[in-house]
Every structure is written in C-alpha cells, then in structure tokens.
T-cell receptor
Framework: AQKITQTQPGMFVQEKEAVTLDCTYDTSDPSYGLFWYKQPSSGEMIFLIY??????QNATEGRYSLNFQKARKSANLVISASQLGDSAMYFCAIIGNQGGKLIFGQGTELSVKP | DAGITQSPRHKVTETGTPVTLRCHQTENHRYMYWYRQDPGHGLRLIHY???????DKGEVSDGYSVSRSKTEDFLLTLESATSSQTSVYFC?????????????FGQGTRLTVV
C-alpha cells in the first residue's frame, strides 16, 4: 500500500521568493512514481511534475522542481520566483509498482503575498 | 484538454436515496478513478477501474459501488446516501499503467446530502 503525507496545511510566501512544499511518502514497492498537482480556487486539477523512483536526476518543469530524496522518502516541490497566480492547493501523489492505484495526500494551501 | 465529463455537476439529495454519478471520457484511456475531496483530507480514492468490468477498491470504498460496462463510462453509485457523503467528487483518467502517465481530471461534482 502507498501513503502520502503533506504536513503543511497552509503556507505563505512573498511574491518572487522561492517556496518548498513538503511531501513524504511510504511504499513497499521497489518502483514507484510521484506526482504534483495544482488546484486553483476554480477547482480544476492541473498536473505539474513527475518523478520516477529510478530517475537519476531530480525532475524540473519551468519554475517547478522536485527535491527527491529517496532514502528519506521525500519528494518536495520547489517553486522558484513565486507569482500571485501560484496561490492554490497543491497535492502530492504516488503510484506504485502495478501502475494502477494513484494515492493523493491531504494537500497544502499556498498563498502568495504581493 | 482531455475529454472527460462528469455529470451532474451539482446535486442535492436526501438521506437514504440512491445517487449515481457519471464519468464519461472520449480518450479511450484504460484507467478511470473516483475520488472525493474534503477539507483537511485532500483527495481520497474511492474506487478505480483498470478496464471494462475490472474495478478495485480504494481508500474509502465503504458505502460506494462502481460499474464500468463500457470503456468510456465509469459510474459511481451511493446506494443509500448519508450526510457523511456530502463532498466534491472527482473523476480522473489515465492512459496506461506506466508510472509516468499523469491523470487527467474532470471538473468535479458537488454532492450535498440533506
């Protein structure tokens, strides 16, 4: 079974600063994948970034990067140069070896201050 | 945008009545998921499907059943709705079991049980 824990219910960041959203996971699968999604106040779910457990490098997508520390079972999302439009809920998710069951965490609400 | 539609978008129902939510996709994706979203709990997996007539339970399956008789439709049924099932329900689809395949989400259904 897989589990995701996001321990920061809410966070604030100043515009143009970087912010790290924490995600820890638990799985017994030797191979797994980790996702981050963004949910603005409008409600849609937007895929941001993916990290595979055997990927040699940390994933990056524009201003988003993933700080993947396999031994610590953490997959933190780093947003550089925060923008007002980054204010949203952010969800971390994991998928296991079988590739079917996709499990999400509780989410972190990020507020970007001008 | 992935072709995924949820219906209805909003529903108010009385305790004890049956309710069926529909998820329809035009992408021919193999995997389909039902989640519920509640404050403080994030997205919790109810059931998912990995093919026609192939389904499996998620984290919070009690009180819910699903059916998938066609690739494009995944139905979520609350046999006898309770107030604890008041929530926002999201359907998601994924193309394959490969771990790096992201999920695409519907717009959500807001269900209120009174």
């Amino acid at each position: 079974a897989q589990k995701i824990t996001q321990t920061q219910p809410g966070m604030f960041v100043q515009e143009k600063e970087a912010v790290t959203l924490d995600c820890t996971y638990d799985t017994s699968d030797p191979s797994y994948g980790l996702f981050w999604y963004k949910q603005p106040s409008s409600g849609e779910m937007i895929f941001l970034i993916y990290q595979g457990s055997y990927d040699q490098q940390n994933a990056t997508e524009g201003r988003y990067s993933l700080n993947f520390q396999k031994a610590r079972k953490s997959a933190n999302l780093v947003i550089s140069a925060s923008q007002l439009g980054d204010s949203a809920m952010y969800f971390c998710a994991i998928i296991g070896n079988q590739g079917g069951k996709l499990i999400f965490g509780q989410g972190t609400e990020l507020s970007v201050k001008p | 945008d992935a072709g995924i539609t949820q219906s209805p978008r909003h529903k108010v129902t009385e305790t004890g009545t049956p309710v069926t939510l529909r998820c329809h996709q035009t992408e021919n994706h193999r995997y389909m998921y039902w989640y519920r979203q509640d404050p403080g709990h994030g997205l919790r997996l109810i059931h998912y499907s990995y093919g026609v007539k192939d389904t499996d339970k998620g984290e919070v399956s009690d009180g819910y059943s699903v059916s998938r008789s066609k690739t494009e439709d995944f139905l979520l049924t609350l046999e006898s709705a309770t107030s604890s099932q008041t929530s926002v329900y999201f359907c998601a689809i994924r193309n394959s079991g490969l771990q790096n395949t992201e999920a695409f989400f519907g717009q959500g259904t807001r269900l209120t049980v009174v």
